[in-house]
């Protein structure tokens, strides 16, 4: 029960808003979608729903600043916390997500350094119930508030439990979020970002040197996070970012890292046909997240959908060469045929789960790439020391 906060506790806790009526004790800390349907609200909401594409609907309410219908892939992440990383992380570009843990907001939001991107780049941000106050020595806002100033949709789902199972026994499906009384669902118009290619909204327009170590690397940027960026200089390296579509061959470096990013990678045409060119040199090569895919077509191997992907911190894998687990940092929605793996390419990483690849390795060359991400920025640090590896191939 909550009771009325000491005066120590009041300054641990950051209330930016708070509503003129308390109709249910609990709403000084969550929002209930039983609690906020009223005019009074600090932050408005109304009734909508979710509609999928075979019609299946579930219900909440959506945030008063959403005024048109969001389109977007539904998908859902089991991450505990991380939420800012995850929300900024450009690979989510295109999607509508939905947070499997309830407790969304407690702590805040910190100042964009410490943010993965310099945007939000999901279509929508799907939760049970999403806190009012915080308390994080770091933050400087309240996730309503600013989910709210970015223009980000909130929906509080009546049962994110519900939605989770159907995407896990159905996959990932295509979602409208609408108000209530929005128009017949059959006239529906989804929006499918797997078909579109999404690296040209992502990735940076022009090349861009940052750093000035001993040696130099180029960063393929198809929606880099942060962090990697941060493991990299942390490593004394000279970083040469350019754009996906940038031919990098001609540059004086001593090896290319694929960032993560959005998207099916079968549409990253311009960046598999550089990236061949490239490994004609022989020099070091480290993919991650979508970087991995694009080393395996690149390597003439091919990538398929997974039917609900890989989106959480708590994803075990396994090291072939070592038998060494680890739990690992996710965020894909596409995989690796191991079947269309060249010989002179090897699995060097598996899925415990469902057994798919989770990364793979060159039998001779300097070239070698994870599905996961090793800067682990929300996740756990257990296989940073891949970045090490690559550094010592330099």
Same mark, same amino acid.
């Given at each position: 029960?909550?009771?009325?906060?000491?005066?120590?506790?009041?300054?641990?806790?950051?209330?930016?808003?708070?509503?003129?009526?308390?109709?249910?004790?609990?709403?000084?800390?969550? =929002?209930? &979608?039983?609690?906020?349907?009223?005019?009074?609200?600090?932050?408005?909401? #109304?009734?909508?729903?979710?509609?999928?594409?075979?019609?299946?609907?579930?219900?909440?309410?959506?945030?008063?600043?959403?005024?048109?219908?969001?389109?977007?892939?539904?998908?859902?992440?089991?991450?505990?916390?991380?939420?800012?990383?995850?929300?900024?992380?450009?690979?989510?570009?295109?999607?509508?997500?939905?947070?499997?843990?309830?407790?969304?907001?407690?702590?805040?939001?910190?100042?964009?350094?410490?943010?993965? &991107?310099?945007?939000?780049?999901?279509?929508?941000?799907?939760?049970? &119930?999403?806190?009012?106050?915080?308390?994080?020595?770091? &933050?400087?806002?309240?996730?309503?508030?600013?989910?709210?100033?970015?223009?980000?949709?909130? $929906?509080?789902?009546?049962?994110?439990?519900?939605?989770?199972?159907?995407?896990?026994?159905?996959?990932?499906?295509?979602?409208?979020?609408?108000?209530?009384?929005?128009?017949?669902?059959?006239?529906?118009? $989804?929006?499918?970002?797997?078909?579109?290619?999404?690296?040209?909204?992502?990735?940076?327009?022009?090349?861009?040197?940052?750093?000035?170590?001993?040696?130099?690397?180029?960063?393929?940027?198809?929606?880099?996070?942060?962090?990697?960026?941060?493991?990299?200089?942390?490593?004394?390296?000279?970083?040469?970012?350019?754009?996906?579509?940038?031919?990098?061959?001609?540059?004086?470096?001593?090896?290319? $890292?694929?960032?993560?990013?959005?998207?099916?990678?079968?549409?990253?045409?311009?960046?598999?046909?550089?990236?061949?060119?490239?490994?004609?040199?022989?020099?070091?090569?480290?993919?991650?997240?979508?970087?991995?895919?694009?080393?395996?077509?690149?390597?003439?191997?091919?990538?398929?959908?997974?039917?609900?992907?890989?989106?959480?911190?708590?994803?075990?894998?396994?090291?072939?060469?070592?038998?060494?687990?680890?739990?690992?940092?996710?965020?894909?929605?596409?995989?690796?045929?191991?079947?269309?793996?060249?010989?002179?390419?090897?699995?060097? =990483?598996?899925?415990?789960?469902?057994?798919?690849?989770?990364?793979?390795?060159?039998?001779?060359?300097?070239? $070698?790439?994870?599905? =996961? #991400?090793?800067?682990?920025?929300?996740?756990?640090?257990?296989?940073?020391?891949?970045?090490?590896? =690559?550094?010592?191939?330099?």
């Amino acid at each position: 029960m909550v009771g009325k906060q000491s005066g120590q506790k009041k300054n641990r806790i950051h209330k930016k808003q708070s509503l003129s009526q308390k109709k249910n004790p609990l709403s000084d800390f969550f =929002f209930y &979608s039983n609690a906020d349907l009223r005019d009074d609200a600090a932050y408005p909401f #109304h009734p909508a729903e979710i509609v999928l594409e075979d019609n299946t609907a579930f219900h909440g309410v959506l945030s008063s600043w959403a005024s048109d219908p969001v389109r977007g892939e539904i998908v859902f992440t089991t991450g505990m916390t991380g939420y800012v990383q995850t929300l900024t992380d450009p690979s989510y570009t295109g999607q509508c997500i939905v947070f499997t843990y309830p407790l969304i907001g407690n702590y805040g939001v910190p100042k964009k350094s410490d943010w993965e &991107s310099k945007k939000i780049h999901v279509q929508a941000v799907i939760v049970s &119930s999403a806190c009012i106050q915080y308390s994080h020595q770091d &933050s400087i806002t309240s996730l309503i508030e600013w989910l709210r100033g970015n223009s980000i949709p909130l $929906f509080l789902c009546a049962d994110t439990r519900a939605l989770t199972q159907y995407i896990r026994m159905k996959g990932s499906p295509l979602g409208v979020i609408r108000h209530k009384g929005q128009g017949d669902r059959s006239l529906i118009e $989804f929006y499918d970002p797997n078909k579109e290619n999404l690296l040209q909204k992502v990735s940076l327009k022009k090349p861009q040197i940052i750093g000035n170590g001993k040696k130099t690397v180029v960063v393929v940027d198809c929606g880099v996070k942060e962090n990697s960026i941060r493991e990299l200089l942390s490593r004394d390296l000279r970083l040469i970012r350019v754009p996906y579509d940038y031919d990098y061959t001609k540059e004086e470096a001593n090896g290319v $890292f694929l960032s993560n990013g959005p998207g099916d990678p079968a549409l990253a045409v311009r960046s598999v046909e550089i990236l061949k060119k490239f490994m004609q040199q022989r020099k070091p090569i480290f993919g991650i997240c979508l970087g991995s895919q694009l080393l395996a077509l690149a390597a003439s191997a091919s990538t398929y959908k997974l039917p609900f992907g890989h989106r959480g911190q708590n994803q075990p894998c396994i090291e072939t060469a070592t038998q060494r687990l680890t739990v690992t940092s996710q965020n894909h929605g596409y995989a690796i045929d191991e079947t269309t793996l060249p010989s002179q390419w090897s699995v060097s =990483f598996r899925n415990l789960n469902d057994k798919s690849v989770e990364g793979i390795a060159h039998n001779s060359l300097p070239f $070698f790439a994870v599905q =996961f #991400h090793p800067e682990a920025c929300p996740g756990p640090t257990d296989t940073r020391y891949l970045f090490d590896r =690559f550094v010592d191939l330099l």
